[in-house]
């Protein structure tokens, strides 16, 4: 039978679209978001400076290669700017990295409780994503190794991971990566790496300046503070660059976000206050809320995930509502495959102690 409008390739229509957090709470005059991993502190000063710059600017358009962004990020790094590139959010990126190495009948692998967008990106390419189980909510390299089949071509690993806040080694990356084939691209999602204060811990530089199939990928929504901008960069070997900057958009970043994010990162102080909250906020709610008697997976990002009871009246959802009335804006992760989980960005001293409070109140049934 002939159809009688455009029809979409096959698969997409059954791809789950990514539903971001909620940011409302009807009826309720304050509201504090904690449902999207946004910093409390905001962006840079200066970052904002120079984005109000370029309001005599709009009608022309960006540097279509972002050149001085990738300087600044290569200053700030060690790198070499002709390995960078730079996107609408790393979300971008990964689309890039999708479209250019994934087709019909590829596998692309992700672990159980990684970011939605990895198997959104493979299903619009035609492959086919598989999800590998993890071992305490933290990727477990031998079973990604297990599942590596001579179709799969791309393995997605965010480290840390979104929505657990786990990490592993950075010696076990590297295992990871000895154990792939030379056709496998390793893209490593480091969107949290400026939280994590381990010592075990690196981001993916060290990979991607000695090996020809990593990537790593960066953003500046979270510690910068310029999620609105929709701003990400990636590090990759030259061919890989080259390949992704066929298809990227000419002018796939707007010169008010390519000022802002050079403004972002070079303000290092305003980094290090944004990772001391974070760092002394974390704590205090990972000990709080556990001693309301609540499972809290060890996080070392800007949120934490927070486990309920399936006991009527005392689970997830069921936090969720209360929370919610409260003005207290949590992200339900049951897309996840996390029913019995929320996820709490870490907020300003306000936002985390009445939510703590909240969930006392909770949980002692007022």
């Given amino acids: 039978m002939t159809a009688t409008r455009p029809q979409p390739r096959s698969g997409v229509l059954d791809i789950a679209p990514y539903v971001p957090g909620k940011s409302k709470a009807p009826g309720v005059a304050k509201v504090f978001k904690l449902s999207s991993n946004e910093t409390p502190l905001g962006p840079s000063p200066r970052a904002i400076a120079a984005y109000t710059s370029m309001a005599a600017h709009l009608h022309d358009y960006p540097d279509g290669s972002a050149s001085e962004l990738r300087e600044a990020i290569g200053r700030a790094f060690g790198l070499d700017p002709d390995r960078i590139v730079c996107g609408a959010g790393s979300d971008d990126l990964l689309h890039l990295l999708a479209n ?6 590829d596998e692309a692998i992700h672990t159980t409780h990684g970011f939605l967008i990895y ?28 599942a590596v089949t001579k179709r799969t071509k791309i393995v997605f690993l965010a480290n840390p991971n979104n929505p657990t806040g786990t990490v592993i080694p950075f010696d076990e990356v590297k295992r990871l990566h000895r154990g792939l084939p030379g056709n496998v691209l390793l893209v490593l999602d480091a969107a949290y790496a400026e939280y994590v204060r381990r010592n075990d811990y690196e981001a993916g530089i060290e990979l991607v300046a000695t090996a020809d199939n990593v990537v790593m990928c960066r953003t500046f929504s979270k510690i910068h503070g310029l999620a609105n901008l929709r701003l990400g960069w990636m590090f990759a070997p030259a061919q890989i660059v080259d390949a992704v ?36 906020w974390l704590a205090w709610l990972t000990q709080e809320i556990s001693r309301l ?18 006991t009527k009246g005392r689970t997830a959802q069921d936090a969720d509502a209360f929370l919610t009335a409260r003005g207290l804006i949590l992200r339900y992760v049951a897309a996840y495959k996390l029913p019995n989980a929320l996820r709490l960005t870490v907020g300003t001293e306000e936002a985390n102690r009445l939510v703590v409070a909240a969930l006392k109140d909770f949980l002692d049934g007022k």
């Fill in 100 to 105: 250019v190495y994934l087709t019909d009948g």
């Fill in 119 to 146: 198997p959104i990106v493979t299903l619009g390419t035609g492959a086919r994503p598989i999800a590998v189980a993890e071992t305490n909510y933290t990727a477990d390299v031998d079973a990604i190794l297990k």
């Fill in 245 to 280: 900057n066929r298809i990227r958009g000419p002018f796939n970043v707007s010169g008010a976000a390519i000022a802002a994010g050079v403004a972002a990162i070079e303000d290092v102080e305003h980094q290090e206050r944004s990772r001391a909250h974070n760092t002394h």
């Fill in 293 to 310: 008697g609540l499972q809290v997976t060890p996080s070392v990002a800007n949120f934490l995930l927070i486990h309920f009871p399936q």
